[in-house]
């Protein structure tokens, strides 16, 4: 697993190249081509800084 600051650097520059009009966040997030555990944490990070960009709950929950 990555160091939670490697996290926080990839889930910054993540959110500035969304910010930037690059395509969704996950696919921004996949660019990086990281394990499954640092994706998943990568994209808490993001939505815990961003939740505007976080997807939405489907209906019901």
Not at 13 to 24: D, F, H, L, P, V
Request: proline share 7%; glycine share 4%.
């Amino acid at each position: 697993m990555m160091p939670m600051y490697k996290i926080r650097i990839i889930a910054n520059a993540c959110i500035t190249r969304y910010n930037g009009g690059e395509r969704e966040i996950t696919d921004v997030v996949d660019s990086y081509n990281l394990a499954a555990d640092d994706r998943e944490l990568v994209l808490a990070e993001i939505y815990a800084k961003r939740p505007d960009i976080a997807p939405a709950a489907p209906e019901g929950e």
